[in-house]
């Protein structure tokens, strides 16, 4: 068993339908070039006052959830704009996961291929955990990946399903570069047999003035 096969930690309830994108990770925050430096913007407008100042009342910024490695949020999660960002400042803000009714479709397979765990479970268990973890008693869950479980505080469990490449990627340890570079022999083998028999369509580079 890899060391990437179970996620244990507090879940933070986030029970707001609809939180898209641009709430994950506001426009604002888009300047950069690489993926650095996006923790700062992770959900900005609900847990910043427009001074700056973090809203004490905000579940994250509770000493009960500071440390949370999991979200539990409503219906149609990351909806809005495909900015893969949005992914990225959740994992740079330790999110390993997030478990939900259902999610913007691009944002889904954003997550799934960066490894960031978007759980879809049923609107009723939602519910379930999300009254559970609002107890900062019982506000631990387990996430065992390779028998997709997952297990609440009180001994609930409830069962999930990944696609079983990405479910696979997520136990090696890859996102979908490190899964791809994996067939890299394959992929320059094809490319020489694309050559060989295309050689016509080779863009060659141009000379170089003298």
């Known amino acids: 068993m890899s060391d990437f096969s179970r996620i244990e930690g507090v ?25 650095s430096g996006l923790a700062a913007g ?15 009342d905000f579940v994250l910024n509770t000493p009960a959830y500071a440390d949370a490695r999991v979200l539990v949020g409503g219906p149609n999660f990351g909806c809005g704009s495909s900015r893969e960002h949005a992914v990225w400042g959740l994992q740079q803000g330790r999110i390993q996961a997030v478990l939900a009714p259902s999610y913007g479709e691009i944002f889904y397979y954003n997550a799934a291929n960066n490894r960031l ?18 107890n900062p008693a019982t506000n631990r869950i387990t996430i065992d990946v390779a028998g997709q479980v997952v297990r609440t505080a009180s001994g609930r469990t409830y069962t999930f399903r990944m696609d079983a490449r990405h ?17 890299l022999p394959q992929i320059e083998a094809f490319e020489q047999r694309h050559w060989a028999e295309n050689p016509w369509a080779r863009v060659l580079p141009l000379p170089r003035p003298a």
Do not use: H, W
Request: hydrophobic content about 45%; charged content about 25%.
């Open 167 to 183: 479910r696979q990627m997520y136990l090696d340890g890859l996102d979908v570069l490190g899964a791809s570079l994996q067939m």
């Open 42 to 56: 992770l959900l900005y407008d609900l847990r910043c006052l427009p001074d700056g100042s973090k809203r004490p």
């Open 117 to 134: 765990l978007a759980i879809v479970l049923q609107p009723e268990q939602i519910d379930e955990i999300i009254a559970e973890v609002s």
């Open 11 to 35: 879940a933070a309830p986030l029970p707001i339908a609809n939180l898209d994108t641009d709430q994950i990770m506001p426009k604002q925050f888009l300047l950069g070039t690489d993926k």
